[in-house]
């Protein structure tokens, strides 16, 4: 059984620009929730998607924002990218929004510079 | 507000030896749910452990065990006769009632076990 899959792994952008990154979750996983790993902040939580709709947010700026496919696939974006934006990226799935265990990806590595 | 504090933020070893990463959390909620994550070199979160507030038992699994305390509001961990494949960071984590939506992680211990 494929994991929690994170495309891409490592990307560079430039101070201004958007940026998408992109979890497929493990197959039959329907609840996907993002968080932001940084050496200054540690590990804070994004957003949490189940069913297409977003369920919880965390205290990010609106710049940061994400969507679910119906085949649970999950998007973020972050826009107007600030040089505080560089973090690690993590993506968790779930089977549903009860289960106990959730699954991480590898991670996407964003640095902007 | 909830919050989660590992104090220790790294950690050494020789191998063999046993070690406790500690975990103290606050909440208000009368029903939550508390995690141990191990984060290798390679970047994913492994799922370690889950319990919630009304299960204070300790845990052993194998060379791992938990002890929560309520009372003290902590929720430690053991690794007995350490490896070096136990070196990883280790993040303690607090979820509210439903499981494993919102958690909020503690800083996380380094743990190096030395050969």
């Avoid at chain 1, 059984?1 to 101070?15: D, E, F, N, S």
């Avoid at chain 2, 939506?101 to 800083?107: A, D, P």
């Amino acid at each position: 059984k494929a994991g929690v899959t994170q495309t891409p792994r490592y990307l560079i952008k430039t101070r201004g620009q958007q940026v998408t990154l992109s979890c497929s979750p493990i197959s039959g996983h329907r609840s996907v929730s993002w968080y932001q790993q940084t050496p200054g902040q540690g590990l804070q939580f994004l957003f949490e998607y189940f069913s297409e709709t977003q369920r919880n947010k965390g205290n990010f700026p609106g710049r940061f924002s994400g969507r679910q496919f119906s085949n649970s696939r999950s998007e973020m974006n972050v826009s107007t990218l600030e040089l505080g934006d560089s973090a690690l990226y993590l993506c968790a799935s779930s089977p549903d929004r009860l289960n106990t265990e959730a699954f991480f990806g590898q991670g996407t590595r964003l640095t902007v510079v | 507000a909830q919050k989660v504090t590992q104090a220790q933020t790294e950690i050494s070893v020789v191998e063999k030896e046993d070690v406790t990463l500690d975990c103290v959390y606050e909440t208000r909620d009368t029903t939550y749910y508390l995690f141990w994550y191990k984060q290798p070199p390679s970047g994913e979160l492994v799922f370690l452990i889950r319990r919630n507030s009304f299960d204070e038992q300790n845990e052993i699994s194998g060379r791992y065990s938990w002890n929560f305390q309520k009372s003290t509001s902590s929720f430690n961990f053991t690794i007995t006769a350490s490896q070096v494949v136990d070196s990883a960071v280790y993040f303690c984590a607090l979820s509210p009632n439903f499981g494993n939506e919102k958690l909020t992680f503690g800083t996380g211990t380094r743990l190096t076990i030395i050969p």
